[in-house]
């Protein structure tokens, strides 16, 4: 959901919470009024904001999944050692709530909801390419869209919108993508 979805919202519920109390702001004017919804559906943009961050924190505190910035190379995984999933890069697009992209040593997620919650998900060993795309106005805020095309029947292509700094983050996912395939011991191969 976009910042001015949440203002117009909040906007909405606070003059239909007014009218349904009876009560009136007659000595503020419309341009205050304005000012007062605008600033009431910021702070509950920022505090969605927070809350959401809390919870992603918690996430990866609880199954013990530490941040780092890099994979680590190491030889091919055996069915008795599993690697620790590591936590890669996060972000969440550009002026929306409710969103939130996270890459890890093993896979990219998109995590969608504030109340209900919907995963979608790619295993590194099963992408087969990565591209991004921005236009002139994302250039110049340096946002942009990834496209990432993979092996899954139920999802070949998964595209993360409004990315800051698109051209670093596909090139996070590229170099996830190579180490993981390194770990599992998995060769590239062209198909016809």
Known sequence: MRREEVRQI??????QSLAEQGR????LSEEELEALTTAL???????LEQLEEEESQAHYRAGGSPAAATVPARPPVTEEEEEEEVLLWSGKPYLSIGTRYELTNQRLRVIRGLLGRS????????VRDTSAKQNMTERALNIGDITVVSNDPK???????NVKD??????????AVLAEQKRRGLRYREEM
């Open 10 to 15: 909040v906007r909405a519920q606070f003059y």
């Open 166 to 175: 698109p051209l670093e983050v596909r090139e996070q996912i590229r170099r």
């Open 119 to 126: 995963i979608e998900e790619i295993e590194l060993v099963r």
């Open 24 to 27: 009136g702001l007659a000595s």
């Open 155 to 161: 999802q070949p292509e998964l595209v993360l919108h």
């Open 41 to 47: 559906a910021d702070a509950l943009f920022a505090v």
